[in-house]
């Protein structure tokens, strides 16, 4: 591992995401851009939704990350009898001497973890959804009105099942835009698919990955991306393209200060991994799909072509359409 002094600078942090990129890379085949984004994410201090069908490798690559950073993983698979207490934790009574006044002790829950995989996110009952809520806007939990910080890392990378409606509840508005990216793995293409049924990476090369990072040098990472600096232009074309989510004619709600926020984290993050310590219009343009789609509500009204009322579908029409500065 690099030390925490060799990270505060852009060129150390890109070589530091690069090891964990081809680390992760070694589990999760054919899938570079995917496994760059997740990585992006977790830099950039966001929680990660991928959103795609099963068998692709969504519970492989959540796994890859959390065994390639040096903290604690907790895998929480959601059912539709999963209670909040069951994920948070809860305050459990303490065995005393007879006519002593009762003690009670926190019992945390499997939330309390460096990278948590909130598998199947869906399939919870909003009550149980909502429970993270808190956990990924503010890092902590309450239990019985007493608030309890969660670790420092910490991240949520959920998945779902798009296609599965049958016992499945849709995450609110309010927590998917909790996540930072929304992202599809896809189908892997023949030769990488090849090379999955000859040796499967999920049972041979999973167990044995090893952290590229402690917590002490993502935190460095971190913080490193905080200080990318975005120039005047670059901040007008971000605000001109979650404008245009705003004024378009197919989307009834637009992205918020909130997704705006997102989007700059994300583009200080890819940035930092391309070794600069300043934003360029592109770092925008190219996560702002994955960034902002999730965020945004289509109109439902009858006369739309049916590809329209995809929401990245529409917002890739607005970035082809909204003009980069040079």
């Given at each position: 591992?690099?030390?925490?002094?060799?990270l505060v600078?852009?060129?150390?942090?890109?070589?530091?995401?690069?090891?964990?990129?081809?680390e992760?890379e070694?589990?999760?085949?054919?899938?570079?851009?995917?496994?760059?984004?997740?990585?992006?994410?977790?830099?950039a201090?966001g929680?990660v939704l991928l959103?795609?069908?099963?068998?692709?490798g969504?519970?492989?690559?959540?796994?890859?990350l959390?065994?390639?950073?040096?903290g604690a993983?907790?895998?929480?698979?959601?059912?539709?009898?999963?209670?909040?207490?069951?994920?948070?934790?809860?305050?459990m009574p303490?065995?005393?001497?007879p006519?002593?006044?009762?003690?009670?002790?926190?019992?945390?829950?499997?939330?309390?973890?460096?990278?948590?995989?909130?598998d199947?996110?869906?399939?919870a009952?909003?009550?149980?959804?909502?429970?993270l809520l808190?956990?990924m806007s503010?890092?902590?939990v309450s239990?019985?009105?007493v608030?309890?910080?969660l670790?420092?890392?910490?991240f949520?990378?959920a998945?779902?099942?798009?296609?599965?409606?049958?016992?499945?509840?849709?995450?609110?508005e309010s927590?998917?835009d909790?996540f930072?990216?929304?992202?599809t793995?896809?189908y892997?293409?023949?030769?990488?698919?090849a090379?999955?049924?000859s040796?499967d990476?999920?049972?041979?090369t999973?167990p044995t990955?090893s952290?590229t990072?402690?917590?002490?040098?993502?935190?460095a990472?971190?913080?490193?991306a905080?200080?990318?600096?975005?120039?005047?232009?670059?901040?007008?074309?971000?605000?001109?393209l979650v404008?245009a989510t705003r004024d378009?004619?197919?989307?009834?709600?637009?992205?918020?200060t909130?997704?705006?926020l997102?989007?700059r984290?994300?583009?200080?993050?890819?940035a930092?991994a391309?070794?600069?310590?300043?934003?360029?219009?592109?770092?925008?343009?190219d996560?702002?799909v994955?960034?902002?789609?999730h965020?945004?509500?289509?109109h439902?009204?009858?006369?739309?072509p049916?590809?329209?009322?995809?929401?990245r579908?529409?917002l890739?029409?607005?970035v082809d359409?909204?003009?980069?500065p040079?």
């Amino acid at each position: 591992m690099q030390s925490t002094e060799q990270l505060v600078t852009s060129r150390g942090a890109a070589d530091a995401i690069a090891r964990w990129q081809v680390e992760v890379e070694r589990a999760v085949h054919g899938k570079a851009e995917v496994v760059r984004r997740a990585i992006l994410c977790l830099v950039a201090k966001g929680h990660v939704l991928l959103d795609d069908v099963p068998g692709v490798g969504k519970t492989t690559l959540a796994q890859a990350l959390a065994r390639t950073i040096d903290g604690a993983f907790r895998r929480v698979q959601f059912t539709s009898d999963l209670l909040p207490g069951d994920l948070l934790g809860m305050t459990m009574p303490e065995s005393t001497h007879p006519g002593a006044a009762p003690s009670f002790r926190f019992q945390p829950g499997p939330i309390f973890g460096n990278l948590v995989l909130a598998d199947e996110v869906n399939r919870a009952t909003p009550k149980t959804q909502s429970a993270l809520l808190e956990a990924m806007s503010d890092c902590t939990v309450s239990i019985d009105g007493v608030s309890h910080d969660l670790p420092d890392p910490f991240f949520v990378v959920a998945t779902q099942n798009p296609l599965e409606h049958h016992g499945t509840h849709p995450l609110p508005e309010s927590q998917l835009d909790r996540f930072l990216m929304r992202l599809t793995i896809g189908y892997p293409d023949r030769e990488h698919e090849a090379r999955v049924l000859s040796h499967d990476p999920s049972v041979h090369t999973l167990p044995t990955l090893s952290p590229t990072l402690g917590l002490d040098q993502l935190r460095a990472l971190q913080d490193t991306a905080e200080a990318v600096k975005l120039e005047e232009s670059v901040v007008g074309y971000l605000l001109d393209l979650v404008t245009a989510t705003r004024d378009h004619e197919a989307l009834a709600l637009g992205a918020s200060t909130r997704g705006a926020l997102a989007l700059r984290r994300a583009a200080q993050a890819s940035a930092l991994a391309d070794g600069r310590d300043y934003c360029i219009p592109e770092d925008v343009r190219d996560l702002a799909v994955d960034v902002l789609a999730h965020r945004v509500g289509v109109h439902t009204r009858a006369g739309l072509p049916s590809a329209a009322e995809e929401p990245r579908w529409i917002l890739n029409e607005i970035v082809d359409r909204v003009a980069v500065p040079f």
